[in-house]
């Protein structure tokens, strides 16, 4: 598609529930990205895919939170046992190969996780 | 490290000019623009590359100064639209001297036009 997909655009949960958000990246675009936006506006970095491989977790809490990109399938981001400060918007980019540097990554509509 | 943004808020008149800097303490591969509306996805304005680059679109450009890990974004005659929190993303290199579009992102500045 054109734009980032991203569902759904609201997801409740109660604490110790799981959560699982989907992406589906602009056709073409080789990367994808997760950030996770909490109420202060700041965006903490969480995980990349090139393809279907991990490229970089650094961000990611790795005791509750796991990442997918699988070939013909929307990425997907999961959280077991969601916690409180879990609540924030989750968004999704993604970006073509880096040709001659341009790296410019396109963000969905993201999902907005609130957990009670 | 996350890039700093100044100032932390703006208030404007239509037809008032804006400066929004951006500073890091990293060498940077590039900076990349964003606008974010209240409840929106960030939407992509423009990416500098090192180099002193710099670009405009409309009435928006933006200047890079890798020297100073600093980039600076210029918005001229202000319309009521170009409210809402900007901002910068930038990029390291990596150890090959390229990059990927892995961002880290400033704290953000919020631009209210006022009629």
């Known amino acids: 598609g054109e734009e980032v997909a991203q569902t759904p655009k609201h997801l409740v949960r109660g604490e110790g529930q799981k959560a699982k958000l989907y992406c589906a990246p602009i056709k073409g675009h080789s990367y994808v990205f997760w950030y996770q936006q909490v109420l202060k506006n700041e965006f903490k970095f969480l995980i990349s895919f090139q393809n279907e491989n991990v490229f970089d977790e650094t961000g990611m809490p790795k005791e509750r939170f796991s990442a997918k990109c699988l070939p013909n399938s929307p990425c997907s981001l999961e959280i077991q046992a969601t916690k409180l400060e879990d609540s924030a918007v989750y968004f999704c980019?993604?970006?073509?190969?880096?040709?001659?540097?341009?790296?410019?990554?396109?963000f969905g509509q993201g999902t907005r996780l609130t957990v009670v | 490290q996350q890039p700093v943004q100044s100032p932390q808020a703006v208030i404007l008149r239509e037809g008032e000019d804006a400066v929004i800097n951006c500073s890091s303490s990293k060498a940077l591969y590039s900076v990349h623009w964003y606008r974010q509306k209240h409840g929106e996805a960030p939407v992509f304005l423009m990416i500098l590359l090192k180099g002193g680059e710099q670009k405009g679109h409309e009435k928006i450009s933006a200047s890079f100064n890798e020297k100073k890990q600093q980039s600076s974004l210029y918005l001229t005659a202000s319309q009521l639209s170009y409210s809402g929190t900007y901002f910068c993303g930038t990029e390291s290199p990596n150890a090959g001297g390229t990059s990927y579009g892995k961002l880290t992102f400033g704290q953000g500045t919020i631009l209210t036009v006022h009629p």
């Open positions: 980019a993604s970006s073509q190969s880096p040709l001659r540097g341009r790296t410019e990554a396109f």
